[in-house]
Nanobody
Framework: QMHPVESGGGLVQAGGSLRLSCAAS???????VGWYRQAPGGQREWVAT??????????AYADSVKGRFTISRDSSKNTVYLQMDSLKTEDTAVYYC????????WGQGTQVTVSS
C-alpha cells in the first residue's frame, strides 16, 4: 500500500515552471508510478509514467506534454517528481499520482493553475 501524497502545485504564468512531488509510503523503484490530471469539467487523463522493476526507470509521456514535462524518481526518498516546463494555460488542472499504476491508490491531488 503506497498511499501517495502529491505536493508542489500552485499558480504560475504561461511559460513558467513547476515541480510536483508524489511521496509514497513504499518502495517506488519496484512499481510503475503515473501522473494524471483532470481539468475543470473534463475527465482524468494520463500525463506520464515512470516504470519500476524490470522497466528500469523508462518513462512515457502523453503527446500533449512530451518535450515539456519530465518524470523522475528518487528511490531513497520514495518520491516521484513531475518537472513541468513551458507551461500552457491548457495545463491547468488538478494533478494526481497513482502508485502503482492501475491500483486504487491515488493521492488527494494538487492544483496547478497557469495564467495567461
Amino acid at each position: 500500500q503506497m498511499h501517495p501524497v502529491e505536493s508542489g502545485g500552485g499558480l504560475v504564468q504561461a511559460g513558467g515552471s513547476l515541480r510536483l512531488s508524489c511521496a509514497a509510503s513504499g518502495r517506488i523503484f519496484s512499481i510503475n508510478v503515473g501522473w494524471y490530471r483532470q481539468a475543470p469539467g473534463g475527465q482524468r487523463e494520463w500525463v506520464a509514467t515512470i516504470f519500476g522493476g524490470f522497466g528500469g526507470g523508462r518513462t512515457a509521456y502523453a503527446d500533449s506534454v512530451k518535450g515539456r514535462f519530465t518524470i523522475s524518481r528518487d528511490s531513497s526518498k520514495n518520491t516521484v517528481y513531475l518537472q513541468m516546463d513551458s507551461l500552457k494555460t491548457e495545463d491547468t488542472a488538478v494533478y494526481y499520482c497513482n502508485a502503482p499504476v492501475g491500483s486504487e491508490y491515488w493521492g488527494q491531488g494538487t492544483q496547478v493553475t497557469v495564467s495567461s
